[in-house]
């Protein structure tokens, strides 16, 4: 007789309708080798890994528009890294839905974090194969939503190394603020091709906040926002 799983507490939970599929997702290796019957989460595993993967990837680069491909990078590893899933795994609480082996359990496997993140990984696959692409970034880009932006605009010194500059911090406010980003257009160019000067604007929803000059482009933009931040007090 199938054991019945628990129910996942956690209201923002993966609406999972296949139990085969939820059952596999939450079963380590270990507990295969004590039932043979039973089948692992590592294909779920892979699966949800390429998932993650490419939906962070997306967030990423439609969030923040002035990143480099190497910022773009740094910041993703920091957000489908082992702790970071592990953390995930833990607010689902995935560590008690696990079906383990008796020595996982006894080795503290439901606290592992190699363990928790790789259940995270599983349950993300589960929930493509259950219910495909669109619900599973309905689902996952708000929570990294959430912790990138605690990344990339921290609030002390004491958090993460700060990637941004005065673009993303006026980024920052447009998106909480005005919910869009900010739009850059270089508005005058002049002097000889050795010496240019550009002349940028940065407006949100079609409004003026900040003009900028400099001898690059985005050396303009970045005063503008500077200049746009500083209109609001920020």
């Given amino acids: 007789m199938r054991e019945k799983l628990q129910e996942i507490s956690m209201d923002n939970q ?4 296949d139990e085969n599929l939820l059952r596999q997702a939450l079963t380590h290796r270990s507990y295969v080798n ?5 089948e692992d989460n590592e294909r779920l595993e892979f699966l949800g890994d390429a998932v993650l993967n490419f939906l ?7 969030r923040y528009q002035d990143m480099s491909e190497a910022q773009l990078t740094r910041l993703r590893s920091a957000l489908v890294d ?29 606290k592992n974090p190699a363990l928790l993140s ?9 929930y493509f194969m ?7 970034r309905k689902y996952v880009q708000p929570m990294f939503t959430e912790v990138a932006d605690r990344i990339v605009f921290p609030v002390s010194d004491e958090e993460e190394k700060n990637l941004i500059d005065f673009k993303n911090q006026f980024q920052q406010w447009a998106l909480e603020k005005q919910g869009e980003n900010p739009e850059y257009c270089i508005t005058n160019e002049s002097g000889p091709d050795h010496a240019k000067e550009f002349t940028a604007e940065v407006r949100v929803k ?4 900040g003009v900028g000059k400099g001898k690059r482009k985005q050396d303009a933009e970045k005063r503008a926002a500077q200049t746009a931040l500083k209109k609001l007090g920020l």
């Fill in 82 to 110: 082992e702790k970071q899933l592990a953390n995930f795994a833990v607010k689902l609480g995935l560590g008690e839905q696990l079906r383990l082996g008796k020595g996982a359990i006894k080795d503290g496997g439901r």
């Fill in 56 to 62: 962070v990837a997306e967030l990423l680069y439609n």
């Fill in 130 to 136: 259950d219910a495909k692409i669109t619900a599973v």
């Fill in 34 to 38: 004590e039932n043979p019957e039973a």
């Fill in 14 to 17: 993966p609406p999972i309708k």
């Fill in 118 to 126: 790789d259940a995270f990984e599983a349950i993300i696959g589960a």
């Fill in 206 to 209: 079609g409004k003026l906040y």
